[in-house]
């Protein structure tokens, strides 16, 4: 419930603070007073935006504050998933800077708008003018048929999967768009990624291939300089080798008269060493080299699909070459990727369709379990609040999973003895569509603690012994839960537990609005006046004694 309010320089308000009570409470007040300013510093409260035209000095800062009973909510979890704590007496504080900035704080704790109104929604119930358009939302009867059945709870974790499946659906359509696009690109992708698969891209291969190129391209040349190299190094006595062996035979004879002579002798034999190596080496090659006009076009033809490669992709080295090939490679694995994610992402939705289908079918079941005691509850209602001819019936639509289940549900009515029912579009006047409203909402709190329930003007259109019907029903509800209501009816004022009055005060140029609640003999005068204006006589006052009993 909620316990007091501060309001701070919001509109015509310089400073309130006003306590509330459990039960019936009601609200009047000279038209133009701010009773309305009132919901709108709660709304507020309750997270809708601002600005700052709603700060009365535009030098200062507004601030708004409730203090909410929550224990009986159930609403522990909040707190727990928003990482709050958790106390029997819940604050809530709205400020709103001069420079336009707002902030929200739940137990001194600063929060953003989304978490204040997924709170206030648990908080406060607000039945405002208009409101009655809720009766045609194809959703919001299977919320308090839900209620009345007791399956919140199970409502809530199938809200939650069936967020799930709409994001996993909404995943397979992205992916499957991106699919067709890479379908669209994935024949040239392959395309040019088999023209790369058809040579080795490895850096070694290529330069051993340029290398070839020219060893065959000079084959008569090298072997010819090799032939001419090898008969200088050791074909005849006259050659390097011989000659150096025949040098170092002479040095061999003399190493033994000075160290001189003994190191020149092993260097000279550590060049004879390496040169046998060098002319087996080449010799070596020369046997491999074999020119062949044959071979020699294949390379070239190697070499030229490199370069065709490199000319075609814009590149001027091999490295380049392997980043375009392996960006082609992941297209089409991205492709192939796709193929298996659509496959895993369709067995996840058609598991998780199978859960909500079940779940959505037991919480039909349940909800059209409630219709027949929920229409006749809802008639006798109506006719105690004036409408003894009212008929109401549900009617329940099955298809498609949706937020809900498989349900939607059409309400129809008819306020009139010997009229079919209809939508609510088509009959109902406001005063009739905002008692059927207060009849559905007395029968939806039956069920569970519910919030604090704000009516703005629930009596609109009404009089006479209806109203004292409405005021009735509403002190039949403040017995279990608080309400607060704004009126303009001495009848409903009369019924309520606490009365308070909005009344507008003046300060040389300067008009203030303030509240307070009303005693006992406070209530009489102002009913009284509500009878009859100001100035109310004898009869007036003695009509108010007797509303109040």
Do not use: W
């Not at 309520?496 to 300067?510: G, L, S």
């Amino acid at each position: 419930m909620l316990e007091s309010i501060l309001i701070k320089n919001y509109a015509i308000i310089e400073s309130i603070e006003l306590d509330f009570h459990n039960g019936f409470n009601i609200i009047t007040g000279e038209t133009g007073a701010g009773k309305s300013i009132l919901l709108g510093a709660l709304g507020l409260i309750l997270g809708k935006r601002a600005d700052t035209q709603v700060l009365r000095n535009k030098e200062e800062k507004c601030i708004i504050e409730a203090k909410f009973d929550i224990q009986q909510l159930q609403i522990e979890s909040f707190f727990e998933e928003n990482e709050l704590e958790f106390e029997r007496q819940c604050i809530i504080r709205r400020e709103i800077q001069p420079n336009g900035k707002s902030r929200a704080f739940i137990n001194d704790t600063p929060v953003n708008l989304s978490q204040l109104q997924e709170l206030s929604n648990a908080l406060v119930d607000i039945h405002a003018q208009g409101e009655t358009q809720k009766l045609l939302d194809e959703y919001f009867f299977c919320s308090i048929l839900d209620k009345l059945a007791g399956q919140e709870a199970d409502t809530e974790n199938y809200y939650h999967q069936f967020l799930e499946y709409k994001q996993l659906n909404k995943k397979l359509h992205q992916i499957q768009s991106e699919r067709e696009q890479l379908q669209l690109e994935y024949d040239f992708n392959l395309f040019i990624y088999k023209e790369f698969e058809q040579i080795d891209l490895a850096e070694d291969v290529y330069n051993n291939l340029e290398q070839e190129i020219d060893i065959q391209q000079n084959a008569e040349l090298i072997i010819q300089n090799l032939r001419s190299i090898e008969k200088l190094l050791d074909e005849n006595e006259y050659s390097v080798i011989p000659q150096l062996i025949q040098s170092n035979k002479l040095l061999q004879s003399i190493a033994g008269f000075g160290s001189s002579f003994s190191e020149a002798k092993e260097q000279m034999e550590q060049i004879i060493d390496n040169l046998k190596t060098i002319y087996k080496g080449l010799n070596n090659e020369a046997e491999k080299i074999e020119y062949s006009p044959e071979r020699l076009e294949e390379l070239q033809d190697k070499y030229n699909t490199y370069n065709r490669l490199m000319q075609k992709h814009q590149v001027k080295d091999i490295t380049a070459l392997q980043e375009i090939k392996k960006s082609y490679e992941e297209k089409i694995n991205q492709y192939n990727h796709h193929d298996e994610l659509l496959i895993q992402i369709n067995d996840e939705i058609n598991v998780l369709k199978n859960v909500l289908q079940k779940q959505a079918q037991k919480l039909s079941k349940n909800r059209i379990s409630k219709i027949p005691d929920f229409e006749q509850s809802l008639s006798t209602i109506l006719q105690q609040i004036g409408m003894p001819f009212a008929q109401v019936k549900f009617e329940v639509i099955t298809g498609n999973l949706n937020e809900k289940g498989i349900d939607t549900i059409r309400f129809l009515f008819s306020p009139n003895k010997g009229v079919a029912v209809q939508s609510l579009q088509q009959v109902g006047s406001g005063g009739e569509k905002s008692r059927l409203m207060l009849a559905i909402k007395s029968l939806s709190v039956q069920a569970k603690a519910s919030p604090t329930m704000i009516f703005d003007e629930i009596d609109t259109g009404i009089s006479g012994e209806v109203a004292n019907k409405v005021a009735l029903l509403l002190k039949e509800i403040g017995k279990n839960h608080q309400i607060i209501a704004i009126t303009h009816l001495p009848q409903v004022a009369a019924k309520a537990e606490h009365h308070y009055f909005v009344y507008k005060k003046h300060d040389k140029a300067v008009t203030y609005t303030n509240i307070k609640e009303l005693n006992k003999e406070e209530r009489i005068q102002e009913i009284a006046i509500m009878l009859s204006g100001e100035n109310p006589n004898d009869a007036a006052i003695a009509n108010a004694k007797i509303l109040m009993q």
